[in-house]
């Protein structure tokens, strides 16, 4: 029998699908944030650079775990639905939250405490697997058909406002405690608020109800809702996602989580004033995301796609350098909200155009699973590759690397084909090809 699901507004289901993200990612970014103060606490060898390597390779092994949750909860949510996935994937964040809160230093059990942290980051990566696919395709099957970029934008408007809360919390702390003890015990204080933030949605999500997609065609793939078999059958939207994504990700990384220790490593701002120019820049991109999606319903997505890939090959290498050289907060604020103007035409649009790639019965494992691998390979390791680049004395050497990135999706989004208008009902689409 077919679900309710669809009587409700739009609006409602976009809400509830966003309110869990914006947890879902708090707690995923809140990792790099706090990484400047309590990365001694757990590898206390070498200078500053050192140990945010080793606690950036941490973080970027959250994201090698990112396609198997992207494998198990995307299987999940295509056969059991999206809000089956969503309460589960914030039910592991919580838990994982609580672990770092909890974990010891060096100073207590050696590197034990980094183990705590490796499993915690494993578990982030697994919960953030599954939620990005639960989400973007909650969030596009909800929505209307003449406005679905509008409503998966608030994919990352949820995913932005996470990060600016934790950045918000982190300005907060900065201003109330002294930087002894936010290296001392500070640092945890976000962690716990993560996890008590994700309880709280664990029971705001069970009060969502399935979209009517997933309802009106759960029954016509019983057998193949959710398999690497069925999955397989699209092997060349697998690749298309994985191929637009590279570029996509390793920018959105490189002007987000990176950028305020970019500003306080490189440019050498202070930490208070490199963490507030990320807040704000971050407020204008969370703002403009729902725009561009409204636009791409307009003119559709490629020309968003092309306008981003077209931006960053043009203009990382000399924002980046630029970058490197300020000396407050206006400059550095301008600039930054430049590099994140140009992501916008990726980032507001890539969780519907994931979405309107695949069929309902493999949607979400299609959005997910490619989407995470290029993650794990590009997004996930991009601030260890920027520290690395530092590190070695060749820190130019990494915008080249961001604009070889984008270069090559951007000669996908030229290729591919439009995907706004198609069918997410239809049991015999045509499929969207490069």
Known sequence: MATEAPRRTPWKAVLGGSIGNLVEWYDWFVYASFATYFAASFFPEGDATAQLLNAAGIFAVGFFMRPVGGWLLGRYADQHGRKAALTLTVTLMSVSALLIAVAPTYDSVGYFGAVVLLV?????????????????????????????????SFQYVSMTAGQLVGLGLQIVLQQSMTEEALRSYGWRIPFVVGALGAAV????????????????????????????????????????????????TVAYYTYTTYLTKYLSNTAGLAKETATLVSFCALFLFMLVQPLAGALSDRVGRRPLLIAFGA????????LMSALAGVSGFGEALLLSLCGLLIVTGYTSINAVVKAELFPTNVRALGVALPYAIANALFGGTAEYVALWFKDAGMESGFYWYVTGCAAVSLVVYLMMRETRGVSLTREEREAVRV
């Open 120 to 152: 915690a980051r494993l578990l982030q990566g697994l919960s953030v697997g599954g939620e990005y696919a639960a989400s973007s395709t909650y969030l596009t099957e909800a929505a209307r058909p003449g406005g679905r970029g509008l409503a998966a």
């Open 201 to 248: 949605v664990f029971y705001l999500r069970r009060g969502l109800v399935e979209t009517e997609v997933f309802g009106e065609e759960a029954r016509q793939f019983a057998r193949e809702r959710g398999t690497l078999r069925a999955l397989l059958e699209h092997k060349r939207e697998f690749v298309l996602v994985v191929a637009l994504t590279m570029g996509g």
């Open 311 to 318: 931006g960053s090959v043009v203009g990382t290498v000399p």
